[in-house]
């Protein structure tokens, strides 16, 4: 097997077109990772600018009625890690800023693609990108005739005279042929890592080396799978030219027509709520509830009898408690309810959309690395929806402290013009986002990672099948 | 000549089931792609015309409680004030839908083509918008202009890349060679056939959709015959290309692998490395804009007021502050409104200008990367461009503007709002969308065809039997 694998590297060694392709990919590797070095600081910079001027702003805010400062609001920003700069996933089409204000959850806006021209649906060089896209094409290029010019040359007969087994030889070509892509992307995964040091201050911390690793070692079981079968279909079909043409069929198919096909069939299938009927529906359940700035509706009525009946006295002049502020909060609190109803069946739709593209990865390895990139890169649809959920539960926590102060500070029912001194700013904490784990990252694309390591299963048994099967002579 | 070799390629056509089968994938997947994009243009029109009735109820309504109010009983602001009538007017704007974009969905489905006209809202809020999956944008539309784009040259490279070689690989090209016309009129007469081939599934889709489309309001004939030439366009460079590749006479595998990464080059490499440049030579600058417009639209309010008068008289000078009218609070609030407005149309033109740059110098790299000037072309004459959404929040804001200057100029000026003023309220108007000359787009694609087709032309070789 030893033979086998020097004979195939030496072979490899002398193809001019594979070698020009491997210059081009470390070029590529290079260009990707300064690209996308340079954008990732420039986000940071960003995110670290206006994460500071929204804090600053909040602590310079005159004395003002707190309800004033919920209407004024408050932005978060979702964190950039350098760990991104693998894979930016959604990063160009999701928002990374919501606005958090009194009575309403806003939803992320300003994503990038916003304001870019059509070509930014052409994608980016990222170096996730080229491990899915180009180094697929690579190893093909590499295996197409791994077995198929030995059979052209009739070198298989002295091969098997020479006693080596079939299990042998093939094992033999799979294993050169992974030596030289593991090469070439451990050299591209140390580039994007020299360029992160060099360029960017290294910004990556101990997590991002975690999730880095993982997302290198599933790229390896990608590439071993797509060389496995490639080596593989080089020895059931007949001649180099038709392995060739089989398997860069396959390629298109895979990586260029079937990720917007399941796209599109999963939009077709579940469509999404329409912005007119989520309001209708939206706004009839929420009229059911208390609205703090109503006091002549029925609820409020209520809501003020239960509250004098709650602490023993005629009239809401004679209230310890500032009942604006409590029926504001008892408004955010049904407001609330309603909204995680609304929203999650949005998400839920989102969720099924995307259900389609992930069970087609029992049919294309492909789709199920890109999930698993983008989650470990933390770039994925479920971190951008853990980024929502977080800065929701930091919104009720603020316009509940506000309306707290409102309700306990000291102010009369009706006294709009009541203020907070400005050193009540301070009391509030900042947006603190916590970082999810390696574990809760993986734990969202357990399904892909089984399709593919079931994917290496099966490229294992047809490698046995193979051999057993095949006439080398 | 024309007809024996069309008869043989037609007879080959037959015999051969792969390409038959693939052909017949190849329709299907057109035919998705027709209905990706009909029923995502049905969604939009749906919403939009949803809209537009909501808001002729909403005015009708609103018209209606100035029709029966006595004003003269009830507290100004709460009916005719400034704030009142421009919240409860519910009026949306909305972006004018294309029945082309059915074709080329383009950016529609990132921009907001619907927007409250409500002064006071932002034109940056995103409360009106849809939903967005955030996945299926990055994978993005299999429409009928991704179809043409990326897959028609997968098919007609496939069909067509052993156009000679197999000949010569099988030995039927010395025979060719006796043929009174020449191998190269051959050659090209049948890659002409196999171009057509595989064009075939795009005529059959340009023709459904038409007679889905054509019924539609607001479909032009010429924006639709226009779209089919920039389609035609890009499909005689992908003919005149492999007629220069095979005019080449390399081998089989050499024509497969120098088409296969010349479309690799032009659809995924040069616009995938131009879009990541794109996005680090000009980075959004929206973010912090607009978190710091509301910084600064908060400290206007507190300007002292001799400012606000000064500015009230300079931005409404036929008006007279009466004090008997109007007391300092109020023309606080007027002033500030209008200086909110002009905060905002600053931070949209500041942002427009940044992505425009961004947009000029795309257009001149389309020199390198054609194939994004033929994307361009798509999304333009379909209304789906970023420009044409720029044109669309450009007189909106303008509208903004018209709106709370004439509401602010009647209250200021008048004891009451009453039903006349409400009728001579200004209401929102469609813009026409604008029409961008297209042609500078496709320069790039035209010299390369010109060069090509010579190249192919002047390619004098003899060619070895």
């Not at chain 1, 907070?420 to 993986?442: C, G, M």
């Not at chain 2, 931070?347 to 033929?374: H, M, R, S, Y």
């Amino acid at each position: 097997m030893r033979n086998i694998i020097k004979l195939t590297l030496t072979n490899v060694w002398r193809t001019r077109h594979l070698q020009i392709f491997a210059c081009i990919l470390l070029i590529a590797f290079l260009v990707s990772a300064i690209n996308s070095v340079l954008v990732l600081k420039a986000k940071e910079q960003q995110f670290e600018m206006a994460r500071r001027e929204v804090r600053q702003a909040w602590l310079n805010q005159k004395p003002q009625n707190p309800h004033n400062a919920a209407h004024y609001g408050h932005y978060v920003f979702k964190p950039v890690y350098g760990v991104q700069v693998l894979d930016n996933g959604i990063g160009q089409f999701a928002g990374s800023i919501i606005r958090l204000e009194a009575h309403s959850q806003n939803e992320p806006k300003f994503s990038p693609a916003e304001s870019r021209t059509e070509s930014s649906r052409f994608g980016e060089m990222s170096f996730s990108w080229l491990l899915q896209v180009l180094m697929p094409l690579f190893i093909i290029l590499l295996c197409f005739n791994a077995v198929s010019a030995d059979k052209e040359q009739e070198n298989l007969k002295l091969i098997a005279a020479q006693g080596i087994s079939n299990k042998q030889y093939i094992a033999g070509k799979i294993a050169a042929n992974f030596l030289i892509i593991s090469t070439l992307t451990l050299a591209g995964l140390l580039t994007q890592w020299v360029v992160i040091k060099l360029m960017a201050n290294a910004n990556a911390t101990a997590q991002d080396v975690l999730h880095g690793s993982i997302w290198f070692i599933v790229y390896l079981i990608y590439f071993l799978v797509i060389a496995t079968m490639s080596v593989l279909a080089s020895a059931w079909v007949g001649s180099s030219k038709n392995s060739l043409l089989l398997q860069v069929t396959v390629w298109v198919l895979f990586i260029v027509i079937m990720p917007k096909l399941t796209a599109n069939i999963g939009t077709q299938l579940y469509p999404m709520q329409q912005r007119t009927d989520f309001e209708n529906a939206f706004r009839i359940d929420e009229e059911k509830g208390i609205n703090g700035h109503d006091p002549k509706s029925e609820r409020y009525k209520k809501f003020e009898d239960s509250l004098l009946k709650k602490y023993k006295v005629d009239s809401i002049t004679q209230l310890p408690v500032n009942l604006d502020g409590l029926a504001m909060d008892a408004g955010e609190n049904y407001g609330n309810i309603v909204y995680d109803k609304h929203f999650a069946k949005i998400r839920n739709t989102i969720k099924q959309q995307n259900s389609i593209t992930k069970y087609t990865s029992i049919i294309n390895p492909f789709l199920a690395v890109r999930n698993l990139s983008m989650g470990l890169s933390q770039s994925d649809y479920q971190h951008q929806l853990k980024f929502v959920a977080d800065a929701e539960q930091y919104r009720r926590y603020l316009i509940n402290n506000l309306n707290s102060t409102m309700a306990y500070g000291g102010s009369k029912t009706g006294d709009w013009d009541w203020k907070v001194d400005s050193k009540y700013w301070e009391t509030v904490k900042d947006f603190d986002y916590s970082r999810p784990s390696i574990a809760w990252s993986i734990n969202n694309y357990i399904y892909e990672l089984s399709m593919l390591l079931l994917w290496l299963v099966l490229s294992i048994l047809f490698y046995l099948l193979t051999a057993k099967k095949m006439k080398l002579i | 000549m024309l007809k024996t070799i069309f008869l043989y390629e037609w007879k080959l056509l037959l015999r051969n089931k792969i390409l038959l089968l693939a052909l017949i994938l190849f329709t299907i997947i057109a035919c998705i792609s027709l209905n990706k994009g009909v029923t995502y243009y049905n969604i939009q029109k749906t919403e939009a015309d949803t809209v537009r009735a909501n808001t002729e109820r909403a005015y009708l309504k609103l018209k209606n409680k100035f029709d029966t109010s006595n004003f003269n009983n009830l507290k100004r602001l709460n009916i005719e004030g400034v704030w009142a009538v421009d919240w409860s007017i519910w009026e949306y704007a909305v972006k004018e839908e294309n029945p082309l974009s059915s074709l080329s969905i383009g950016q529609n489905d990132i921009f907001s083509k619907i927007k409250r006209t409500r002064f006071a809202t932002e034109i940056f809020s995103n409360e009106q918008d849809e939903f967005k999956n955030p996945e299926q944008l990055l994978t993005g539309n299999l429409d009928l202009s991704y179809f043409i784009l990326f897959l028609f040259p997968l098919l007609f490279i496939s069909v067509s890349y052993n156009t000679a070689s197999a000949d010569k690989e099988s030995g039927v090209y010395k025979i060719l060679a006796t043929q009174k016309n020449g191998i190269k009129s051959i050659n090209t007469v049948r890659i002409i056939f196999k171009w057509l081939v595989s064009f075939a599934p795009v005529v059959f889709a340009i023709f459904t959709i038409y007679l889905i489309i054509n019924g539609y309001k607001s479909f032009t004939a010429t924006s639709f015959l226009q779209w089919i030439g920039i389609a035609l366009l890009y499909a005689l460079f992908w003919l005149s290309l492999v007629l220069f590749i095979i005019n080449r006479e390399w081998n089989s595998m050499i024509n497969i692998l120098s088409l296969a990464g010349i479309w690799l080059l032009l659809l995924i490499g040069i616009p995938g490395i131009l879009n990541s440049w794109f996005q680090y030579k000009y980075p959004s600058n929206a973010q912090q804009e607009i978190t710091r417009l509301r910084d600064e639209k908060s400290k206007l309010f507190e300007l002292p007021y001799k400012d606000h008068i000064l500015f009230f008289n300079v931005h409404f000078p036929n008006i007279k502050i009466d004090t008997t009218v109007n007391d300092t609070t109020e023309i606080r609030w007027y002033s500030a409104a209008v200086m909110e407005l002009e905060k905002e149309k600053q931070v949209l033109n500041n942002i427009a200008a940044n992505v425009k740059k961004q947009a000029t110098k795309e257009v001149e790299l389309f020199w390198i990367n054609p194939i994004g000037g033929v994307m361009r072309a798509f999304t333009t004459i379909s209304g789906s461009s970023l420009q044409q959404q720029q044109d669309f929040e450009n007189h909106l804001m303008d509208f903004k503007q018209q709106r709370a200057d004439y509401l602010i100029a009647n209250h200021a000026s008048k004891k009451h709002f009453g039903k006349e003023e409400f009728l001579g309220m200004p209401l929102y108007q469609p813009t026409t969308i604008s029409k961008i000359p297209i042609w500078k787009y496709l320069l790039p694609i035209s010299l390369l065809i010109l060069l090509l087709g010579a190249g192919s032309l002047l390619n004098n070789k003899n060619y070895k039997l």
